[in-house]
């Protein structure tokens, strides 16, 4: 087991990280949403890099291909993907009805203005 | 962008392309790569062109809101409908050996419509949900 | 890919992040290709840079607005970050090394998939086979998903148009 073997987890592990961190310690709701959109992706390639194979070709059957890059993780990620894209849409209706109700899409100023109304409730 | 002449010659250019190649990949996609989710998007894609460049108001006279939605629904409903067609053949649900005499070619059949189904559905929810966000921002002049 | 993401971490104008998620995920969908996954290359590269991109910016329209200046420092966040990266480092040194043969994704049921989908279905995209009709419920579910995105989204963004229209009427 050496360094190259695993190099492909080493950049999934990365991008899964950098969304991560762009979810947890950014403010604005259009960039966490971004970042989920990154932290999707990575999951993605930590599906498809296993089923490589080095001298394989695309899972489409032809003569003179023997080796087939694996088929089963693609069709798993072809959901996924347009999965993420769907709720990547509602979120962002979501993000429009926040800013039409707060008037701000920066998660601390909403913490901040529903603490108010809660005081001002009490 | 209405104005411009070279964006609307380029655009009434490269619409039908768009629209030709996503047929291309829609019915390639048993031979090649492909298949009904990249078909609905890149037909999504080619009437959100043609909103950008003409306008949300000439894009909604083209595809109607009531024919955007019923793609919506129509999509599912052939997906399942191939479904009920396999129940009724005497299969099981989702079944496409019993869809044609040789059962070889009920699979191609029954993937030829599910494919379908899906690209129907795919466009239909791409482009209904840029209608909605781009009419909000301007609604009650055009509608 | 590293330097993007970083930049969109770090950039504080909305447009740029977006351009740079769009950047991104042609990036993304090249490297699917160098690894054979064409069906998913061509979706991601349609539905990430395309549609995503069209849907952020719409959004970015309606929302109008530059990140403000965090006002926490990121330590936690960054540290939490690390603390996930390290114990991902230590679970992936168990996972098989790249493009071994003889990795368990490539036993089981794709064997089967491989070789008996063209003389089975008579399709030769073997992904296409699998996903509509090997695993044909799978995919009925997907756009069952898509569906109810689509009708969420109308759900969400529709009720203040006929508002709108109540007030327009006398």
């Keep these: 087991m050496s360094l190259a073997s695993h190099y492909a987890y080493g950049v999934t592990i990365l991008l899964m990280v950098a969304g991560l961190f762009i979810v947890i310690a950014r403010g604005n709701l259009v960039k966490k949403l971004v970042g989920l959109a990154i932290f999707q992706t990575s999951v993605y390639l930590l599906y498809i890099a296993p089923g490589k194979l080095i001298g394989g070709t695309a899972p489409i059957v032809a003569p003179g291909f023997a080796v087939y890059s694996n088929p089963l993780p693609h069709v798993l990620i072809l959901t996924a993907i347009v999965v993420g894209v769907a709720t990547l849409a509602l979120g962002l209706a979501i993000v429009v009805r926040i800013r039409e109700a707060y008037d701000t899409i920066e998660e601390d100023e909403i913490l901040a203005a529903d603490q108010a109304e809660d005081e001002r409730q009490r | ?143 | 890919m590293a330097v993007l993401v970083i930049a969109i971490a770090a950039r504080r104008n909305l447009f740029s992040v977006v351009m740079l998620a769009g950047i991104y995920s042609f990036l993304m969908a090249s490297v699917l290709v160098a690894l054979d996954a064409v069906d998913v290359a061509m979706t991601e590269a349609s539905v990430g840079a395309g549609i995503s991109t069209v849907l952020l910016l719409a959004a970015l329209y309606l929302t109008k607005g530059e990140e403000a200046k965090p006002i926490h420092r990121p330590w936690l966040p960054l540290a939490v970050s690390i603390v996930v990266a390290a114990a991902l480092v230590y679970g992936s040194l168990g996972l098989p090394a790249f493009s071994d043969p003889a990795a368990p994704i490539h036993a089981h049921v794709v064997p089967r998939y491989l070789q008996e989908s063209l003389r089975e279905t008579g399709v030769a995209n073997v992904v296409t086979a699998v996903l509509a009709s090997y695993r044909g419920y799978d995919t009925l579910g997907e756009t069952t998903v898509v569906f109810t995105a689509g009708a969420g989204v109308i759900a969400l963004l529709r009720l203040r148009r006929r508002a709108q229209q109540r007030k327009d009427k006398p």
């Design chain 2, 1 to 143: 962008m209405r104005g411009d002449l070279v964006l609307r010659v380029v655009a009434k250019l490269f619409i039908p392309f768009m629209l030709l190649f996503a047929l291309y990949v829609q019915f390639h996609g048993e031979l090649g790569p492909g298949g009904g989710f990249q078909a609905g998007v890149i037909i999504a894609a080619a009437v959100v062109l043609y909103a950008l460049i003409f306008g949300l108001p000439a894009a909604r006279r083209l595809v109607p809101d009531r024919v955007v939605e019923s793609m919506v629904a129509g999509g599912v409903l052939i997906y399942a409908g191939v479904g009920v067609a396999g129940l009724l053949l005497g299969g099981n649900y989702l079944d496409y050996f019993v869809l044609d005499r040789n059962p070889v070619h009920g699979q191609e059949r029954g993937i030829f419509w599910v494919e379908a189904g899906v690209a129907v559905t795919v466009s239909g929810v791409m482009l209904k949900i840029f209608y909605m966000f781009a009419g909000r921002g301007r609604d009650p002049e055009d509608v």
